[in-house]
């Protein structure tokens, strides 16, 4: 497979092109994906129509028995704003200029659905559980849009490759996000108007890159905005001020000094052959078998005078997660898309005639990590065509340990700053919705602050779409590794509460919470059909302001009595608190101010509060489901299980 261009090249030469693919001059004119054949309208909103055309035409809108008459900018985009349409059902919607028709066949108004995350919402449906039975029957009613992963370093207005509309057909649904369908279909079939769901969702992404800027310079990250247009401006110049940043941040967290770094010559680092390309799991290093973190590469090439002194290509293949890479001391780059082959293009001057050495940075915090090749895909190429294979003289040392996680380039997908935003949420532009269902989070664990970035997310959304009370749901993740045996802290359960606290600050927000569908040997649980039925529920009640059912059984109160004991009283709760399989609900735990304060503690159901009996040991504070994977019992009438919390504990008077 041919390597896929990085950081240098793809920013240059694919991500900037995206907003310049008009409809040219003679042409009929053409509608936006979101607005095109089997496409949705969103009831009871205004709706804009935009599409292209020749730069200047007059075009013609009609949707419905409304017309409009606009004209194409110098790019060749329309837009036209029509009335909201109340009534469920078929529409026409057609453009026309000088040139021609477009008509958009088979268009209805009902609710509109978008639905993003990361790997969990990407699951598709015929991955997922009891899979067999999802397109049964076809629902024509019911209409579905994947929005292909893209990444750029603007926000664009139109899509890299174009989206279309598919009727819910058995084929359409087994290959479209498993919790979108399921949410989508539950919808429907309660609302009884036609449901159009849009996934646009990348497997490990944090959520950084679903920020817009305006939302990313909330949470304190407008550097990295301006960071990412310096680069959409000048790729070798973004690239240069990204390299400062990291080597200035492996000196602040190792302490080596200026020309002492593992890049440089002068370095004292002790190198050891490479055993092959591969992950460094299978090299039958006892220290590396179960790595997650940093690794050192290195190697010489030599190079004629009439090498050195052209442009060339140097590729690495696929490193996993990330590598920075290094040549005569001099940063070049960092691979931008992760777990995909990648390629660096080298400044003029960087090489010389004699004797260059590459200097590699692979960071790995998942599985397995290194330089996974192919190994015929690890060279340098030349620009009049020659190449050098460069798979094997490499040669590794462990990097030193350090406090914090290296900075990512901004441009990059997983972990970039509104990179995956600007390529596949932009270019939907303002189209209409009825809401937003978000299931993110696992990437984002023990990175601080995750309520502040969702809060920030959901302002930039609503922004974008002009809908200031835009429903937002989020899934609460499930449980995924090591069932709990004692108390601890969590990262999962950070995420989690984090979701919780900015769902419940915000009126139009709800939370669909997961906790209890997990797999601890999967981090992919396949019951999603549940995930779809509690996305539902929580989106009508968002959509209505029913605050329970948006946000489902929801801690209120704790306070404790004279003799120690500690109540705990909920809201959002339907039908009664239940326990499963025990007359004693589990979970819980007491804790005091000190970190490892925390130990289980037991509980009961008394009418509808929740007694924890005291143990003798200083509390100020309860938690509950305080663990990556825990284990509850503790549900409400409608089978909806008490989320994670962590309450402060109040002396009753």
């Not at 929005?147 to 057909?169: G, H, L, Y």
């Not at 997908?413 to 270019?427: E, K, S």
């Not at 419940?504 to 999603?528: C, F, N, R, S, V």
């Not at 509808?608 to 409400?636: E, F, I, Q, S």
């Amino acid at each position: 497979m041919k390597p896929q261009l990085s950081c240098p090249l793809a920013a240059s030469f694919g991500f900037g092109l995206l907003s310049f693919s008009a409809v040219a001059s003679g042409a009929p004119p053409r509608l936006d994906p979101a607005l095109s054949d089997h496409a949705v309208i969103q009831r009871d909103r205004p709706v804009v129509v935009n599409g292209d055309a020749g730069a200047g035409d007059a075009v013609t809108v009609t949707l419905g028995q409304e017309r409009k008459a606009v004209t194409a900018d110098r790019q060749g985009r329309f837009s036209a704003r029509f009335s909201p349409i109340a009534t469920p059902g078929p529409v026409s919607l057609s453009v026309e200029n000088a040139d021609g028709r477009t008509v958009a066949r088979d268009t209805l108004v009902g609710d509109v659905f978008l639905c993003s995350g990361q790997s969990n919402m990407e699951m598709e449906v015929k991955l997922a559980q009891n899979s067999g039975a999802a397109g049964v029957p076809a629902d024509d009613q019911l209409r579905l849009m994947t929005i292909e992963k893209r990444i750029a370093d603007a926000p664009q207005i139109r899509f890299a490759t174009s989206p279309s509309w598919a009727v819910a057909s058995r084929d359409a649904v087994q290959n479209f996000s498993a919790s979108c369908y399921y949410m989508a279909r539950e919808w429907r079939a309660s609302a009884k108007v036609p449901v159009g769901a849009i996934a646009s969702s990348w497997g490990g992404s944090q959520i950084s890159p679903w920020m817009g800027e305006k939302a990313q310079a909330t949470v304190g990250r407008a550097d990295q905005s301006a960071l990412l247009a310096l680069h959409a401006r000048d790729v070798a110049a973004g690239e240069q001020a990204a390299s400062a940043a990291w080597e200035k941040w492996w000196r602040d967290e190792t302490g080596d000094k200026a020309g002492r770094e593992p890049w440089q010559q002068g370095s004292t680092v002790a190198w050891v052959p490479v055993p092959r390309v591969g992950p460094w799991e299978s090299w039958g290093v006892p220290a590396l078998a179960d790595y997650n973190g940093m690794l050192w590469f290195r190697r010489d090439i030599v190079l004629t005078a009439q090498q050195a002194a052209q442009g060339a290509t140097v590729n690495l293949g696929t490193l996993d997660d990330v590598g920075r890479l290094w040549i005569n001391g001099t940063g070049v780059g960092m691979s931008a898309q992760a777990w995909k082959p990648n390629s660096f293009a080298i400044p003029a001057g960087v090489l010389r005639a004699g004797r260059n050495s590459l200097t590699l940075n692979v960071s790995d915090g998942y599985q397995t990590g290194g330089m996974l090749g192919p190994a015929d895909a690890i060279n340098i190429v030349f620009a009049d065509g020659g190449s050098v294979p460069m798979a094997d003289g490499w040669t590794y040392a462990m990097a030193a340990a350090t406090q914090s996680s290296a900075p990512r380039v901004p441009w990059s997908d997983l972990a970039g700053a509104g990179t995956m935003y600007n390529a596949m949420i932009a270019p939907l532009g303002e189209i209409g919705l009825k809401g937003v269902a978000w299931y993110q989070g696992e990437s984002d664990t023990g990175i601080p602050g995750y309520a502040g970035r969702m809060t920030a997310l959901m302002a930039d959304w609503r922004r974008q779409f002009a809908t200031p009370d835009l429903a937002f749901v989020a899934v609460q993740l499930a449980g995924y590794d090591r069932p709990a045996t004692v108390p601890s802290e969590s990262g999962w359960a950070n995420v989690r509460y984090d979701a919780y606290r900015a769902s419940l600050a915000d009126g139009h927000a709800g939370l669909a919470t997961a906790i209890d569908l997990g797999d601890p040997y999967d981090i992919h649980p396949g019951e999603k059909q549940e995930v779809g039925r509690r996305l539902a529920r929580a989106m009508r009640g968002a959509v209505e302001g029913d605050r329970g059912a948006a946000l489902g059984p929801q801690i209120v109160s704790a306070t404790s009595d004279s003799a120690g004991a500690i109540s705990l009283r909920f809201t959002g709760v339907t039908g009664g608190l239940h326990l499963r399989s025990s007359n004693v609900a589990i979970g819980f735990e007491l804790c005091g101010t000190q970190p490892g304060s925390c130990r289980y503690a037991s509980a009961r159901l008394d009418g509808g509060r929740l007694v924890l009996a005291g143990d003798g040991a200083p509390t100020t504070r309860v938690r509950y489901a305080w663990a990556d994977y825990p284990v509850v019992n503790l549900y409400d009438g409608m089978s909806l299980p008490v989320g994670p919390f962590e309450i402060a504990v109040t002396p009753q008077h």
